[in-house]
């Protein structure tokens, strides 16, 4: 515990994800402005609905576009032929890694993470990931 009534530090650490064994960095929370942030939660509630089935084609096609403007406003420097590369399923587990890593929690700090996501295909024709979960803490 700190002696000051608000302890604030500007010094950060930036996440990394690695792609076909590159490491990428990830901006940091404090890296977006307001419309960032409402826009990531738009984005977000979007994904969910999409996962109860109640988005249309065009809704569809519309999120998909919006989590590729996410992965262009994540990282600090990816580039247009790796992010290509990506398939969606990945996208979207950027997109949690993000979320888990670099959102603040109460007190200001971003989560911590154990280990690292994966993000595995089950099996080579399923579209399925495994991932394990982090502790965030």
Avoid at 29 to 56: A, E, N, P, R
Avoid at 96 to 113: I, M, N, R, W
Wanted: hydrophobic share 40%; charged share 25%; net charge negative.
């Amino acid at each position: 515990m700190s002696d000051y009534l608000l302890d604030l530090s500007t010094v950060h650490v930036r996440q990394k994800i690695s792609i076909d064994d590159e490491p990428y960095e990830m901006k940091n929370w404090d890296d977006f402005g307001m419309l960032d942030i409402s826009y990531f939660q738009t984005v977000g509630q979007k994904v969910q609905k999409m996962g109860s089935g109640d988005l249309t084609e065009k809704q569809i096609a519309e999120v998909t576009q919006m989590v590729n403007k996410m992965i262009d406003m994540i990282f600090v420097d990816l580039p247009a032929n790796v992010q290509g590369r990506l398939v969606d399923w990945q996208k979207l587990k950027i997109i949690e890694a993000f979320t888990v890593a670099v959102t603040p929690k109460e007190g200001g700090e971003a989560a911590k993470l154990d280990g690292p996501l994966t993000g595995e295909n089950s099996s080579p024709d399923s579209a399925a990931t495994t991932a394990e979960t982090p502790n965030a803490g």
